[in-house]
Every structure is written in C-alpha cells, then in structure tokens.
C-alpha cells in the first residue's frame, strides 16, 4: 500500500469556508468574469499555471494591491532564469503593507509585541505609519538613499516592522538578522551588502535569561566602515544602549523625525525590497535578493488566499528576524490584520506559553514550526483541552516536514477545529511552492496541494516528471519571488548554478518530494542529504517520522557513510531525559523502522550524542554531520549554527565508537 493510500482526511472545509474563505470568493469573482468554472481547487490550480499571466493579473486586481504606474503587462521576458515581471510599474512595498493605515482601519491594532525583556506593546496602524514616516526621515536626514542597504541586529517585535517599513518606504534595501547570532556570522552576512545604516538592540532576554551585547555589537559597528548611521534599540530598558559616535537612540530618531509622513518612493518592479541569506554552513552565506512586486504579489496570494488572512484577522507566526518567515509575517500587515510578534524561548516560561498567549489575544491564525508541534505532543500539552480556542481558524506549520503523529496530536489535544496548514518553500523564493487551501481536505501526514501560480512536479534523475513516486521538486515555469539576483554576481553564475544547473530552464529546489493521486505532497527531506544504500535512494524524514514518534527519543539526526563502493545508514539519537540508548532501545529503533520504511533504511549504526546541531533558524545540519562521518577536512562555518559545541560532541562520540580515527 502507498503512502498515499494510507492517508485519512482529518479535517474538511465546510460550506461556509468553501464559499466564504477569501480564496473562495476569489473562485467565484473570476467565474464572474468568465473564467472556469472550476469544479474543484485542482481545476483552479490548473488554470493558474496555464493562464500564467492573467492568474497572476488578477491576484494582483482582487488583493486590491497599489502602483504608481501600472505595468505594460505581467511577464517580459519568461526564461529562467531571468524572467521579468510587471515590466513598467512603478511601485512602493511600504505603501502596500501600509495601504490600510488610514480612514477606518487607522485606529486598528496593528502590531502587539511581546518580548522576555518589556511589556506588552499595543500600536496601531496609524501609530505605525506615523513611526515609520519619522524613522525615515531621520534615515534621510543622515544621507540614506533609494538602494541603499538599512540592516538590522532586531527581535521580532515592533522596531523590526518600523525599521522595514522606513526602510522599504524610502527604497532602501532591507535585511536582518537575530541578535542571538555571533559577531561573526553577522558579519558574513552585512560585511557582503555593506549597510548604509544599522538598527540595533543593545541584548535580548531568552528562556529567563538576559544576554546583553553592547560591547558585542560595538565591535560589529566598527567592522562595517561602509555605516553612516546606527540607531540603538533598548531591548534591555536597564542596560546601555550601544556605545559610538554615530548611535543615536531609538527615542531620539522618531523625535527627530516627527511628524513626517512616510514618502513611499517609487521603485521598479525588480529593485530589490530585501536581501536574505542562505544558512551558510559551508561558508560565507549568500545573499538573496528578492525583488519589490514580485515578492509582493507572491506574499499577497500566499496570506490572502492560500492563508485565509484578513483585516479581521489577528497573526502570530513564531519566528525570529534571522529566518524568512519574519519577512512572511510582515507582509500580513498588507491584509489589514493584527500582527502578534513574540521575542524570547517557545518554551519559556512554559511550552503552553504560546498557546496562551493565542488564546489570551484570540489569535485567528497561529504558525509555528514542526519541532515545536512535536514538542507539544512530546509533553503530552493538552490546550484543546484547557484552553479558549474559539479564534483560531488556522495553525501554520514550517522548518520541516511534519510527522503524521503530529497530525494526530493537533487534531486530538491541539486544536481540533483549524485547518493545520504544513507549508514548505524556502528562504530562496521567500514563501512557499506547497502548502494549505481552505479548499481542500487536509489528509494525515500530506501537503494539501501545490500553490496557485506554482508549476511544481517530482522530476527523475532524466529531468521528467515522475508519473509516481518520488523526484526532485522543480518548478517549469516563473515564480515572482524567484530572487532577482544574488548580491556580488554580476554575470548571474552563482545564482545560475544554485537552482538551473541541473535541469536547464528549470528551478530544482533541492527537495526530495512526492506527489499524491489526489494532488496533495509528502516532502522526504532534502534532496543533498538524500541516502542511498545499495543504490535506493531514501529521504532522511522517511526515519525520522519512524524515530521521533518513540517516547524514548528526544531528537535524532541520520546521515550517509560511505564505505566500500556503498552508504551505511548512521542515526545518531539524542534520548528524553532519564534514558539511555540501551540494546532494548537499539532494538526498538531498528524493528520501528524496518516495520514501518523498510529493511533498507535501517540503519547500520546508532549513536547515542548529547545533542544535535542545528541552524540558528532551526534546521537539522544534516550535510555537516556527513561531511563529519565521511571525514571530510572541509571547515564548516561555526557561526552559522545555533550550538556548534553539539558537533564537536559527536566527532567525540564518532571517535570513541571507532567510526572515526582518534
């Protein structure tokens, strides 16, 4: 029996939804029109991809998004890569985040901030707007201009919307990173794009903890000489703000500033809103550069219509500034809702912490990541149960694939009632090419479907699709979010040889993924961390939803050895707390994942380590670990993970179980 086969439905729209959801009301608004009909989302999907232009038009038209200058038409030039959207418009990204600021909606909840460190903050959209016109013109009274680059060292909260909302309004370039990331891993980062100006806390509070980094960060100022301007945020109300000639505070710049409105400069289509980064564990990270009104328009379709957000509508996504779901949140602000930052640990002062906190502000829309929903179910949390869940329509889940048990837990004590929405992308196109519908039924363990305007098929090693079974996500025809460029690449190599390398004119992703008969997606892992023992080619998650569903376990990482012409299988588990890795144990893991994978995935060696590494936006490093086992001598950037120490504890393990010379 196939994995598709084995999928129940555990959750289905209702009439209301299917009608009354705004991707409904989009269905209906383009059958008005005389497109379709459409029998079902697939058909609509199909359309979307063969009407290319037009699908993308009217997501533009119906998310009632704003231009200076209308474009000549959708698509330029389509080739990948390099294809050219909305050639001709003239456009600001902050005036589209910020459309809704006025009239009714000003008095609005715009943003609720919580952190570890300070009080609850409540502003409204007016207030919003009214701080990003004064931080802009504080930035322009300082000499920073259309493309220059304004990063941030920020927490999610509210200065992060203000400083990307001023930034963008005056056509600068925005980029972030997470104060938690050391001195070295920020400047691999904003040492490549040389900022103008830096937005700065002077520490951050996690778990309980305070972690104040003004000398830290002072050393960062003095590596950037390309800087003209810092403005010090006091994270920390008790510690100093960031010491230097050129650091003025938070408080004084809006002062400065006061009372000017934002300018929202036009830019063209394809100036670059954003720089993200690639994880960088294998040196200096890239940086991706996303374009205004592609990005724009991706995010509008994704939040409306995909997610269902409104001007009703209260957002908390988890996140910190270091990953791409911050730039996802913030884009919420386009579709009038509140947005629910929350700075600090998920499990501080509790694991409940975030269920409460959606609760108490009666969250409509809640995403987290897939490890942390295991954590739930982990800890046997039951907020179902104790908690007032009347709001929430809808639970995002990202980072990783989610493991059907997940499913379960979600449906039984988590919360029963939502479409829980398993979105994947990547940081590369800033959203999503699969992901969730109030369309369509949501299946245990599946994707629901792939995204409107998404061409998105399993490829075989001979660069056709799959007719079953599992392959290399593609996508044959453009995306808007595709970057625009990579910064430093003028002749467009690298960013050629990151997604068009291996099938020429088309987007390989880099994950191992399968479709199912009734259109939905099962994601196995990424396909360079791919196993393939006696030559069958298997996805990590395919043993970690095995592993990770056993009480005994707290988490796991696999890898491939090779060895003789082959690849053994090594697992390394890290056990709840109170166990051991026992024989029993061993044994357990083993027929687990014989009983439900297969013989092949078993693995040749388990190795009990105290922890695994992961990226500081909280991935497995799974291509590290390999190069580890396979002993590679090739140095891995440290900076780039969360807690490099957890590698050097398992070269230690490696060695003393002799699958590594001392």
Not at 15 to 28: I, W, Y
Not at 276 to 285: A, M
Not at 605 to 620: A, F, L, N
Not at 629 to 641: E, F, I, P, T
Request: with cysteine; glycine share 10%.
């Amino acid at each position: 029996m196939s994995n598709t086969e084995q999928s129940p439905v555990v959750w289905t729209p209702s009439l209301e939804t299917l009608t009354g959801s705004r991707m409904g009301q989009f269905q209906a608004w383009l059958e008005q029109q005389g497109f379709g009909p459409f029998a079902d989302y697939h058909a609509l999907h199909q359309w979307s991809i063969t009407e290319l232009d037009t699908f993308w038009q009217k997501v533009w038209d119906y998310c009632g998004l704003v231009c200076d200058t209308a474009a000549k038409r959708v698509l330029g030039r389509r080739e990948m890569p390099g294809a050219e959207w909305f050639p001709g418009m003239k456009l600001n990204f902050a005036a589209n985040l910020l459309r809704l600021a006025d009239g009714d909606h000003a008095d609005k909840e715009a943003v609720v901030a919580y952190c570890e460190t300070r009080p609850v903050m409540r502003k409204t959209y007016a207030e919003l707007k009214a701080d990003a016109g004064a931080l802009e013109a504080f930035l322009r009274s300082k000499g920073i201009q259309k493309g220059d680059r304004v990063a941030g060292v920020v927490t999610n909260g509210y200065e992060a919307l203000v400083g990307m909302l001023a930034a963008t309004s005056l056509g600068a370039i925005w980029s972030s990173a997470s104060p938690d990331f050391g001195i070295g891993a920020i400047n691999d980062r904003f040492g490549q794009i040389e900022p103008s100006a830096l937005i700065v806390v002077n520490g951050y509070g996690y778990g309980g903890k305070v972690f104040a980094r003004q000398d830290d960060f002072a050393e960062l100022i003095a590596g950037l000489p390309s800087l003209k301007v810092v403005v010090s945020v006091a994270q920390l109300p008790g510690e100093a703000p960031i010491p230097g000639e050129m650091v003025t505070t938070w408080d004084d710049a809006l002062k400065a500033g006061e009372g000017q409105a934002p300018s929202f400069t036009p830019v063209d289509p394809d100036h670059p809103v954003y720089i993200l980064y690639s994880s960088g564990t294998t040196g200096k990270p890239k940086c991706i550069v996303h374009g205004t009104a592609g990005l724009l328009v991706n995010h509008a379709k994704e939040l409306m219509l995909h997610g269902d957000v409104g001007p009703d509508d209260r957002f908390l996504y988890f996140t910190t500034c270091g990953w791409m779901m911050w730039n996802w949140q913030a884009s919420a602000l386009m579709t009038g809702a509140a947005v629910i930052t929350v700075d600090g640990s998920p499990g501080y002062p509790s694991l409940n912490f975030l269920w409460e906190t959606v609760a108490k502000e009666r969250v409509t829309h809640y995403g987290t990541s897939a490890r942390f929903i295991a954590g739930c179910r982990k800890a046997e949390l039951q907020p179902a149960k104790t908690l007032d869940q009347s709001h929430l329509r809808v639970v995002f889940s990202t980072g990783s694939p989610l493991l059907p048990e997940d499913y379960d837990w979600i449906y039984s004590d988590g919360a029963p009632n939502v479409l829980l929405g398993s979105i994947a992308g990547g940081t590369d196109i800033c959203g999503c090419f699969v992901g969730s519908t109030p369309l369509l039924p949501v299946r245990r363990g599946e994707i629901q479907c792939r995204f409107l305007g998404v061409d998105a098929v399993a490829f075989g090693d001979d660069g056709q699709p799959v007719s079953e079974g599992r392959g290399e996500l593609v996508c044959r025809q453009p995306l808007p979010s595709m970057p625009v460029s990579f910064w430093q690449d003028p002749d467009g190599e690298r960013y050629k040889d990151a997604y068009f390398n291996t099938f020429p004119g088309v987007w390989a992703h880099g994950d191992f993924i399968e479709f199912t008969e009734h259109g939905g997606a099962i994601i196995y892992g990424r396909s360079d961390a791919t196993l393939n023992p006696g030559g069958v080619r298997i996805g990590t998650a395919e043993i970690y939803r095995q592993v990770e569903t056993i009480s005994e376990v707290k988490d796991s990482l696999v890898v491939g050895r090779q060895i003789d012409g082959d690849v053994e299988v090594v697992l390394f588990v890290v056990p709840a707390d109170g166990q051991t890795v026992t024989d029993d144990l061993i044994k357990t893991l083993k027929t687990r994942i014989r009983e439900g994978a297969s013989p092949r995935h078993v693995p040749k060696h388990i190795v009990e380590v105290p922890d695994i590494p992961y990226t500081r936006s909280g991935k497995k490093v799974e291509l590290a670990v390999a190069r580890l086992v396979n002993g590679s001598s090739k140095a891995d950037n440290r900076d780039a993970l969360g807690n490099p120490e957890a590698l050097d504890r398992i070269r230690e393990r490696l060695v003393e179980v002799g699958l590594l010379p001392a």
